[in-house]
Nanobody, 118 residues
């Protein structure tokens, strides 16, 4: 069974940090571009960051550049999102996604809530 399971979300104060993890099972992530997205109620899902299969290309939304870092560990079949200097506007449900270009196979996780509040 194919699954992406996010973890590491929670409540944090502004200026704090969190590290999200996304563990894959049922498939191998090494041939997939992996990405993090977020969504708040009433708005569309926003791309936060992505990392290509080789790790050679990484990109971030302007709103998180310099604060968030995406990484992948293909041996652990897991990706991460290190989030520093969190702001209230980072509050959202965060989702991970796996995407394989050559056949457009796509998987999504169920999401993890991140709340930044004092």
């Amino acid at each position: 069974q194919v699954q992406l399971v996010e973890s590491g979300g929670g409540l944090v104060q502004p200026g704090g940090s969190l590290r999200l993890s996304c563990a894959a099972s049922g498939f191998i992530i090494s041939t997939y571009t992996m990405s993090w997205h977020r969504q708040v109620p009433g708005k569309g899902r926003e791309l936060v960051a992505f990392i290509t299969a080789s790790g050679g290309n990484i990109n971030y939304a302007d709103s998180v550049k310099g604060r968030f870092t995406i990484s992948r560990d293909n041996f652990k079949n897991t990706i991460y999102l290190q989030m520093n200097t969190l702001k209230t506007e980072d509050t959202a449900v965060y989702y991970c996604k796996a995407y394989r270009t050559y056949d457009t196979t796509e998987y999504w996780g169920q999401g993890t809530q991140v709340t930044v509040s004092s």
